[in-house]
């Protein structure tokens, strides 16, 4: 089945540090990318998506562009603040599958002032 | 638009009793999906439901779990003879049929088997 690989942590970095997130996948169809985050004592909010090759999500800051040719949906941010800290899920969803969504095991974000 | 709310928040049990949460979806969102997330992992799928069918179930869904959406609007998951292994997060997430794609989820309810 699908299956979604994230970088591991925790990521420990500075305020207004340039942030990267990787998110790789395997899918047998023709998934779209999603990112999630759960910052402390929260459910999970959506952050971004991308519906296309190529395409490039972005919010809040954060962006990443859904690279087919690599199978990939990087998160990266120009500048952390000390309130983007929480965890990130990197997620795929297939049409053909009833959009369930597949999540990457997370990756938590910690950043210092 | 009050977001897709979950109860309990919070649900404590002894082994072998049964335990049922109750998911309510975003207004007008037709597919309701329910997930499971244990401590330091992403959710899981267990089952959707488009409307009030159950179009899938997860091989992770064994036969004490079941879950119904009567009228397509509100949903329960029930966990019958609850094990120790059951212990986790579940969440509730809908979509709309013009976004099908895009899954908002609640809050959860937190399960503990003791």
């Known amino acids: 089945g699908d299956s979604v690989t994230q970088m591991e942590g925790p990521v420990t970095l500075s305020e207004e540090a340039f942030l990267t997130i990787n998110c790789t996948y395997t899918?047998?169809?023709?998934?779209?990318p999603f990112w999630y985050v759960q910052y402390p004592g929260e459910g999970l909010q959506l952050l971004l998506k991308?519906?296309?090759?190529?395409d490039k999500g972005s919010n809040k800051g954060f962006e990443a562009t859904y690279r087919k040719e690599t199978t990939s949906f990087h998160l990266e941010k120009g500048s952390v603040q000390v309130s983007d800290s929480a965890v990130y899920f990197c997620?795929?969803?297939?049409?053909?599958?009833?959009?369930?969504?597949?999540f990457g095991a997370g990756t938590i974000l910690r950043v210092k002032s | 638009d009050t977001g897709v709310s979950q109860n309990p928040r919070h649900k404590i049990t002894k082994r072998g009793q049964n335990v049922t949460f109750r998911c309510d979806p975003i207004?007008?969102?037709?597919?309701l999906y329910w997930y499971r997330q244990t401590l330091g992992q992403g959710p899981e799928f267990l089952t959707y439901?488009?409307?009030?069918?159950?179009?899938?179930k997860s091989r992770l869904l064994s036969d004490r779990f079941s879950a119904e959406r009567p009228k397509g609007s509100f949903s329960t998951l029930e966990i019958q003879r609850t094990e120790q292994g059951d212990s986790a997060m579940y969440l509730c997430?809908?979509?709309?049929?013009?976004?099908?794609?895009?899954?908002?989820f609640g809050p959860g309810t937190r399960l503990t088997v003791l």
């Open positions: 997430a809908s979509s709309s049929g013009t976004e099908i794609d895009t899954q908002y």
């Open positions: 899918a047998t169809g023709y998934p779209s």
């Open positions: 991308a519906t296309k090759a190529d």
């Open positions: 997620a795929l969803s297939e049409s053909q599958r009833g959009n369930k969504l597949v």
């Open positions: 207004s007008e969102h037709n597919r």
């Open positions: 439901f488009q409307n009030e069918a159950q179009l899938e």
